[in-house]
């Protein structure tokens, strides 16, 4: 099961990251992605959100919003097949 456990201020940098992929050419759904992002930084891979919103260049930071996307179980909120997002804290 997949918990979501972020905080108000982590939500609201979660949309920033969101708009900020979407301004990039991201052309999956917003809510899913969100819903992406939260689930695996609550759930065993927590992320250096303001620094990936912030601090990335525009290639490593489409590089972990396409890895999400790709390698996250939905069923668990965990990343597959070895993929760690540049901005992972652990």
Known sequence: MVN??????EAVTISEIV????????M???????MDIEAVHSNGCPLDLARWKDDFPDFDF???INGISVHIDRETGELTDCFLP???KC
Do not use: N, S, V
């Not at 979501?4 to 201020?9: I, N, S, V």
């Open 62 to 64: 489409m590089h972990d």
């Open 28 to 34: 999956g759904d917003p809510l899913d992605l969100a």
């Open 19 to 26: 708009l900020r992929a979407k301004q990039l050419g991201f």
């Open 86 to 88: 540049r901005c992972a």
């Open 4 to 9: 979501f456990t972020a905080t108000r201020e």
